[in-house]
Each structure stands twice: as C-alpha cells, then as structure tokens.
Nanobody, 128 residues
Framework: QVQLVESGGGLVQPGGSLRLSCAAS????????IGWFRQAPGKEPEGVSC????????YYVDSVKGRFTISRDNAKNTVYLQMNSLKPEDTAVYYC?????????????????????WGQGTQVTVSS
C-alpha cells in the first residue's frame, strides 16, 4: 500500500523550532521530487518547499526562506522539513507529497496539481 506519513508537528512558541518528517511506505521516494504544503484554516493550500530526487535543487516560498530547510534521506525513505524561528503565521496543517517528476521547478513546485501521493498532514501550531 502506497502511503506517506507526516509526523513531528505540535505546539511551539514563537521563535521555536520543529522538524517535520515525511516517511514513505509501499514505494521508494528515490525517484520523486518531494514537496511540502501547508493549509491554514479558511485558506487555500500553499506550497512551502520542494526538493528534487538528487537533492540538487531546493525551493522555498519567500515567507520561509532562511528559516526552513528541506532535506531527504533516501536510505530511510524519508524527507524532512526543519522549521526554525517559527511565527504564528506558520500555523497550519503541513502535508508532504510526491511530485510527478524527479525534479522541482521554480515555476511549478507550488502547484498541487503537479503532485500525486499525499500524506494525511500534521498540525503545526505556533502560539504563546
């Protein structure tokens, strides 16, 4: 069974850090670029970051640049999103997804239509 499972979310104070994990089962992530999206209540899903299968390309939405870092460990079939200096506006459900190709492109990595398999999401709440 093909499955993506996110974990690592939780409640954190502003300025704090979290590391999200996206673990795959039933298939290998090796050949896919992987994206992270988030959706806040009442808002459309927002593409946050993407990493190519080779790790040579990474992209970040402007609002998280310098604070978030995407990485992957293909041996563990897992992708990570390290989130530092968290802000209340980062509060959302975070999802990982497999891109339809092995490479992200700056022109399309934020489009949900370019992704196939999705996880169930993990809640991140930034609040004092």
């Amino acid at each position: 069974q093909v499955q993506l499972v996110e974990s690592g979310g939780g409640l954190v104070q502003p300025g704090g850090s979290l590391r999200l994990s996206c673990a795959a089962s039933g298939f290998s992530l090796d050949y896919y670029a992987i994206g992270w999206f988030r959706q806040a209540p009442g808002k459309e899903p927002e593409g946050v970051s993407c990493i190519s299968s080779s790790e040579r390309s990474t992209y970040y939405v402007d609002s998280v640049k310098g604070r978030f870092t995407i990485s992957r460990d293909n041996a563990k079939n897992t992708v990570y999103l390290q989130m530092n200096s968290l802000k209340p506006e980062d509060t959302a459900v975070y999802y990982c997804a497999t891109h339809e190709t092995s490479k992200c492109a700056e022109t399309d990595y934020r489009s949900p239509r370019r992704y196939h398999y999705w996880g169930q999401g993990t809640q991140v709440t930034v609040s004092s």
